[in-house]
């Protein structure tokens, strides 16, 4: 049997998605279609796959899979490319909404010029609950010693609603982030896997980022690991509470207060393309 599936092609600051209405339509098995359509070559080509669902905790709820088909917690630049998506659409016309996701609810709003902030909730810094096996009580995790490929490492660790480790580097451009950043995300270390964030200071409020995702591989941008960057690096003392965070895709604007406040993305989304698929189903 076959079906037609309509899509749309989105990207925020690079990381880039595919969206499926959940609302309106019957879907086929979403973790076969992310595994075949994924691929740049041989499908449509994206980082994560984002499933708009109807939700009894929020406004709406967004499942996200990654590329090879898994199901994971969180996407910051995700988040934003829906809103944008759901307003483009006449889902909402709201400037600010509630979006339920596998790792709690977040909050877009819409700051303009298809730009969104998003509150991402509180940072997650307890390692049981990140989960890392790095670190103890109620942490934070900040450079803990993690030795990798005959190199040894230090590493921080928060959650954004997914796992994250963070590497501080001298020169972002010429590290193997591909070598370290697959046996990171495999470590024992991190049970859920983890995505590696590899970074360079510039200044206490510009710093450089490149992301090794978990189930992909690098990305252009991730804006979970990019407020995970911000909160690593203003409890290590080497960021102001405001900071932008320059990606291989753009920047994001990112703010922190610390304690329990919730963290701040800043960025924008943008829509590519729209198409149907015809899917062989058995």
């Known amino acids: 049997m076959r079906r037609s599936v309509k899509f749309t092609k989105m990207?925020?600051?690079?990381?880039?998605?595919v969206v499926l209405?959940?609302?309106g339509s019957e879907l086929p098995p979403l973790d076969a279609f992310a595994a075949r359509f994924g691929d740049r070559h041989k499908g449509i080509g994206f980082d994560q796959l984002l499933v708009l669902r109807a939700s009894k905790a929020a406004d709406f709820r967004m499942e996200i899979y990654n590329a090879e088909g898994g199901q994971v917690e969180m996407c910051g630049n995700?988040?934003?490319a829906l809103f944008k998506y759901l307003r483009d659409?006449?889902?909402t016309d709201r400037e600010e909404i509630s979006v339920e996701t596998l790792g709690g609810v977040v909050r877009p709003r819409w700051v303009g010029a298809d730009r969104v902030a998003v509150d991402m909730g509180p940072p997650v810094l307890a390692p049981a609950k990140i989960p890392t096996r790095l670190g103890e009580g109620d942490g934070p995790v900040l450079d803990a010693p993690l030795e990798i490929l005959g190199r040894s490492l230090r590493v921080s660790s928060v959650s954004m609603g997914n796992p994250h480790a963070v590497i501080?580097?001298?020169d972002v451009d010429a590290y193997p982030v591909g070598e370290?950043?697959?046996a990171v995300e495999l470590d024992d270390a991190f049970p859920n896997r983890v995505n590696v964030e590899f970074v360079q200071t510039v200044t206490r409020d510009h710093l450089r980022q490149r992301t090794w995702e978990r189930g992909v591989g690098e990305t252009l941008a991730c804006g979970s690991g990019a407020c995970a960057v911000a909160v690593a690096s203003m409890l290590r003392g080497v960021a102001g509470p405001r900071l932008?965070?320059?990606l291989r895709g753009g920047k994001l604007d990112i703010e922190w207060p610390g304690g329990n406040a919730s963290?701040?993305?800043t960025g924008p989304a943008a829509e590519v393309f729209s198409g149907r698929l015809d899917v062989e189903e058995t």
Not at 11 to 17: L, R, S, V
């Open 11 to 17: 990207h925020g600051i690079g990381n880039d998605f």
């Open 21 to 23: 209405d959940g609302l």
């Open 78 to 80: 995700g988040i934003r």
């Open 89 to 91: 659409r006449g889902f």
């Open 168 to 170: 501080y580097v001298d």
């Open 180 to 182: 370290v950043g697959r």
């Open 244 to 246: 932008v965070i320059e």
């Open 263 to 265: 963290v701040i993305m």
